[in-house]
T-cell receptor
Framework: DTGVSQNPRHKITKRGQNVTFRCDPI?????LYWYRQTLGQGPEFLTY????????KSRLLSDRFSAERPKGSFSTLEIQRTEQGDSAMYLC?????????????FGQGTRLTVV | GDSVTQMEGPVTLSEEAFLTINCTYT??????LFWYVQYPGEGLQLLLK?????DKGSNKGFEATYRKETTSFHLEKGSVQVSDSAVYFC??????????FGGGTRLMVKP
């Protein structure tokens, strides 16, 4: 399977715990994006990487959120001290930036439930 | 920043009916425009795209034309099927940095 892979698919955690999600992009894709989607809403941009550099972060990404892409391949998104409002689907996408239009491919997402 | 306005759903149609889902956007410059589809419990799949004015994107019977003068990218299909039931998202992409999504339009097709 050469698509974008996200793990785990589902995560239930208690409020106050830390969680970490992983995204494996399509190989050779140099851009990787994280989005958050709440029920009935469209995805909201969180952050993106070009190779290992984190180029942009949304204001939605509070201090409790951190994302890394250490070797320009897979990425992790960590949420510290989770809150009930963090419950959402976290989507990862990747694309190959070669100029002009860049088509992003999405993973199936990680659904986080904070209880 | 970029923004998208989509018609609110749900849109409920009978099989073989004609579909239009309206999308208008605001963006600086000349963004590429995308329609993504999301089936229940799944991530987003690219449905079609257009990269410049008057381009028509098409896939699986769906079409959308990039209308720069009206900043619109309406999605159409001549004859919907039950399997088209999903949520559809319109999204401009400026300079390839990130997609800006609207709230999505849920389509329900009844047999």
């Amino acid at each position: 399977d050469t698509g974008v892979s996200q793990n785990p698919r589902h995560k239930i955690t208690k409020r106050g715990q830390n969680v970490t999600f992983r995204c494996d992009p399509i190989s050779e894709h140099n851009r990787l994006y994280w989005y958050r989607q709440t029920l009935g809403q469209g995805p909201e941009f969180l952050t993106y990487f070009q190779n290992e550099a984190q180029l942009e972060k949304s204001r939605l990404l509070s201090d409790r959120f951190s994302a890394e892409r250490p070797k320009g391949s897979f990425s992790t998104l960590e949420i510290q001290r989770t809150e009930q409002g963090d419950s959402a689907m976290y989507l990862c996408a990747s694309s190959q930036r070669t100029g002009g239009s860049t088509e992003a491919f999405f993973g199936q997402g990680t659904r986080l439930t904070v209880v | 920043g970029d923004s998208v306005t989509q018609m609110e759903g749900p849109v409920t149609l009978s099989e073989e009916a004609f579909l239009t889902i309206n999308c208008t956007y605001t963006a600086t410059g000349y963004p590429s425009l995308f329609w993504y589809v999301q089936y229940p419990g799944e991530g987003l799949q690219l449905l079609l795209k257009a990269t410049k004015a008057d381009d028509k994107g098409s896939n699986k019977g769906f079409e959308a034309t990039y209308r720069k003068e009206t900043t619109s990218f309406h999605l159409e299909k001549g004859s919907v099927q039950v399997s088209d039931s999903a949520v559809y998202f319109c999204a401009p992409n400026n300079a390839g940095n990130m997609l800006t999504f609207g709230g999505g339009t849920r389509l329900m097709v009844k047999p």
